[in-house]
Structures are given as structure tokens and as C-alpha cells.
């Protein structure tokens, strides 16, 4: 049974930082592509970054660009989200999706629907 289960959510004050984990089982991690997403309240899910699953590639929501860092740890089993420099904008529950064998770009792409794999999500709230 695959899972993804995300952590490092929290309340932060604008202009500060967080990195969101999202720890997979059930499958060969090494094998995915990882994409994270994220949903305000009252709106639909969007991309956030991907990272290609050969670990090669990477791509980021212009809105996240140059703030945000998506990494992977094979050995671990877990990708990550690194966002700098929080703004209030970035309030929302973020949700870390996997993808057999694709790349970045081809994720950046896709609908919500093309994804295999889901977590649950972590809340970030940043504060003004």
C-alpha cells in the first residue's frame, strides 16, 4: 500500500521559513517523480514545484520562484520543500504527489488527476 505522508507545516511570520517533508512507503521512491501542490481555502489545488525522478530536473510556479527549493533523499524516502521568505499569499495545505518515472516539466503540466499518488497535506499559515 503506497503512502505519502507529509510534516513540517506550521504558523510563521512573513518572511520567515519552513521545510515541508514528505516521507513515501509502498513503493520504489527512487522511481517517482515528486511534485508538491497546495490549496487555499476556497480555492483549487495548485502546482508548487516538481522535482524529475531521476532527480536531475526541477520546476517551480512562477509565484514560488527563487523562495522555494524541492529536494529528495532517496535513501530516506523523502522529498522536501524548502520556502524561504514566506508571505501571507502562501497560506495554504500543502500536498506532496508522486509519478512514476516522470519529469519535472511533464508534472508542472499535468492536472491533479494525472497523479497516481497523494498525501494528506500539512498546513502552512504565515502571518502578516
Known amino acids: 500500500q503506497v503512502q505519502l505522508v507529509e510534516s513540517g507545516g506550521g504558523l510563521v511570520q512573513a518572511g520567515g521559513s519552513l521545510r515541508l517533508s514528505c516521507a513515501a512507503s509502498?513503493?520504489?521512491?527512487?522511481?517517482?517523480?515528486m511534485a508538491w501542490f497546495r490549496q487555499a481555502p476556497g480555492k483549487g489545488r495548485e502546482f508548487v514545484a516538481a522535482l524529475s525522478w531521476y532527480g536531475g530536473g526541477t520546476y517551480y510556479a512562477d509565484s514560488v520562484k527563487g523562495r522555494f527549493t524541492i529536494s529528495r533523499d532517496n535513501a530516506k524516502n523523502t522529498a522536501y520543500l524548502q520556502m524561504n521568505t514566506l508571505k501571507p499569499e502562501d497560506t495554504a495545505r500543502y500536498y506532496c504527489?508522486?509519478?512514476?518515472?516522470?519529469?519535472?516539466?511533464?508534472?508542472?503540466?499535468?492536472?491533479?488527476?494525472?497523479?497516481?499518488?497523494w498525501g494528506q497535506g500539512t498546513q502552512v499559515t504565515v502571518s502578516s
Open positions: 509502498g513503493l520504489t521512491f527512487s522511481n517517482y517523480g
Open positions: 504527489a508522486a509519478a512514476y518515472r516522470t519529469t519535472a516539466q511533464a508534472m508542472g503540466a499535468w492536472t491533479t488527476g494525472s497523479f497516481g499518488y
